[in-house]
T-cell receptor, first 117, second 114 residues
Framework: SAVISQKPSRDICQRGTSLTIQCQVDSQVTMMFWYRQQPGQSLTLIATANQGSEATYESGFVIDKFPISRPNLTFSTLTVSNMSPEDSSIYLC??????????????FGPGTRLTVL | AQSVSQHNHHVILSEAASLELGCNYSYGGTVNLFWYVQYPGQHLQLLLKYFSGDPLVKGIKGFEAEFIKSKFSFNLRKPSVQWSDTAEYFCAVTSSGGSYIPTFGRGTSLIVHP
């Protein structure tokens, strides 16, 4: 199965700073996504990272706070801007359309655990 | 909009006990259904999926799930759990006519005591 990696795996940041999370897929994929997973809660979709165009954000998430890049079919970044303690969470990258997968089946990265002080 | 409910948030079992985790969804159309598992320290991975055909689907590690359309349910079962099944389990649904982006349930934390 495909390998999806994320960097960093964890970070502790100060309030007001920004962190960029990288996601790398070992094969070309059509769809890449960014999720947030807070303790005891479900995965919440932040946005769909579109290659060659602006990301599509879900309700409650905006580009100024979570800018996303998708320069090619194997890579994406998510930036958490002007962080506050409420942004402390696990951020997950996922991809759909990988070889061996079916429509709607997502493959996930290991996640980035972010703590904001 | 579709939604997914997992009624059991925390389940604690002894080894060899039987497991059933509930999952209900709300969507009137055709759906695809998934169970994902996240073992401690590992990333989310697909456990099993239903797209069409036999409503009883079998996944990895002896897990199975039954799609009951009339009940909007897709419960996960295993007849005899092992300590290694300790993990977080997420139910997810996509609508066949939609964007194929899944909606996830809140997750169920399963702890199996040896």
């Amino acid at each position: 199965s495909a390998v999806i990696s994320q960097k960093p795996s964890r970070d502790i940041c100060q309030r007001g700073t920004s962190l960029t999370i990288q996601c790398q897929v070992d094969s070309q994929v059509t769809m890449m996504f960014w999720y947030r997973q807070q303790p005891g809660q479900s995965l919440t979709l932040i946005a769909t990272a579109n290659q060659g165009s602006e990301a599509t954000y879900e309700s409650g998430f905006v580009i100024d706070k979570f800018p996303i890049s998708r320069p090619n079919l194997t890579f994406s970044t998510l930036t958490v801007s002007n962080m506050s303690p409420e942004d402390s969470s696990i951020y997950l990258c996922s991809a759909e359309g990988l070889a061996g997968g079916q429509v709607g089946e997502q493959f996930f990265g290991p996640g980035t655990r972010l703590t904001v002080l | 909009a579709q939604s997914v409910s997992q009624h059991n948030h925390h389940v604690i079992l002894s080894e060899a006990a039987s497991l059933e985790l509930g999952c209900n969804y709300s969507y009137g159309g055709t759906v695809n259904l998934f169970w994902y598992v996240q073992y401690p320290g590992q990333h989310l991975q697909l456990l099993l999926k239903y797209f069409s055909g036999d409503p009883l689907v079998k996944g990895i590690k002896g897990f199975e799930a039954e799609f009951i359309k009339s009940k909007f349910s897709f419960n996960l079962r295993k007849p005899s759990v092992q300590w290694s099944d300790t993990a977080e389990y997420f139910c997810a649904v996509t609508s066949s006519g939609g964007s194929y982006i899944p909606t996830f349930g809140r997750g169920t934390s399963l702890i199996v005591h040896p």
